[in-house]
T-cell receptor, first 110, second 113 residues
Framework: EPEVTQTPSHQVTQMGQEVILRCVPI?????FYWYRQILGQKVEFLVS????????KSEIFDDQFSVERPDGSNFTLKIRSTKLEDSAMYFC????????FGPGTRLTVT | QQPVQSPQAVILREGEDAVINCSSS?????VHWYRQKHGEAPVFLMI?????EQKGHEKISASFNEKKQQSSLYLTASQLSYSGTYFC??????????????FGKGTKLSVIP
């Protein structure tokens, strides 16, 4: 079964620091997504990426967030200046025959 | 707009049955069901595409009524391993023209011996 992979699995950072979360998709499919889940809450849409551009972003995805495809295959989600409320699980996802979610990166901001 | 799930939580004894419902106010292209264990990524259970479609996965099945914009997940003869939070995800076009998978708030299922 194909897999979306993410690194790191867990990141601890201090408030105000920059973090970069990485994701390796299954294929070079045009659509790619980032989701977030605060502990105990639902999975929330952050941003969709289509054909190397942001297609849509939620109100959560403010100016502190950015997404890139630095080497044409992998994707990154960057948070420039982390806040305590950014602590959450971050999932990347690809819609193929069905939606494939990565295992997630647990971000802890202290 | 996120789908609405009910109930929010349910406790079952092993062997009992449960139904989790998911409804949406928007027209749906498909419904996806996931189960999530604490600290892990959601695990895909099944996707339903057509109105009235039913699917099964071991002792877990689901139905999708496209006209009513509703789906139900049926868990029969529950096992301890069924414990977790169940999310429905509804796929549809957002206002900005892209399609998204939008999740409900989840139903926490606890199966006890």
């Amino acid at each position: 079964e194909p897999e979306v992979t993410q690194t790191p699995s867990h990141q601890v950072t201090q408030m105000g620091q920059e973090v970069i979360l990485r994701c390796v998709p299954i294929s070079n499919h045009l659509y790619f997504y980032w989701y977030r889940q605060i502990l105990g809450q639902k999975v929330e849409f952050l941003v969709s990426f289509y054909n190397n551009e942001i297609s849509e972003k939620s109100e959560i995805f403010d100016d502190q967030f950015s997404v890139e495809r630095p080497d044409g295959s992998n994707f990154t989600l960057k948070i420039r200046s982390t806040k305590l409320e950014d602590s959450a699980m971050y999932f990347c996802a690809q819609p193929l025959a069905r939606w494939y979610f990565g295992p997630g990166t647990r971000l802890t901001v202290t | 707009q996120q789908p609405v799930q009910s109930p929010q939580a349910v406790i079952l004894r092993e062997g009992e049955d449960a139904v989790i419902n998911c409804s949406s106010s928007k027209a749906l292209y498909s419904v996806h069901w996931y189960r999530q264990k604490h600290g892990e990524a959601p695990v895909f259970l099944m996707i339903l595409l057509k109105g009235g479609e039913q699917k099964g996965h071991e002792k877990i099945s689901a139905s999708f009524n496209e006209k009513k914009q509703q789906s139900s997940l049926y868990l029969t003869a529950s096992q301890l391993s069924y414990s977790g939070t169940y999310f429905c995800g509804t796929e549809g076009y957002s206002g900005a023209g892209s399609y998204q998978l939008t999740f409900g708030k989840g139903t926490k299922l606890s199966v006890i011996p």
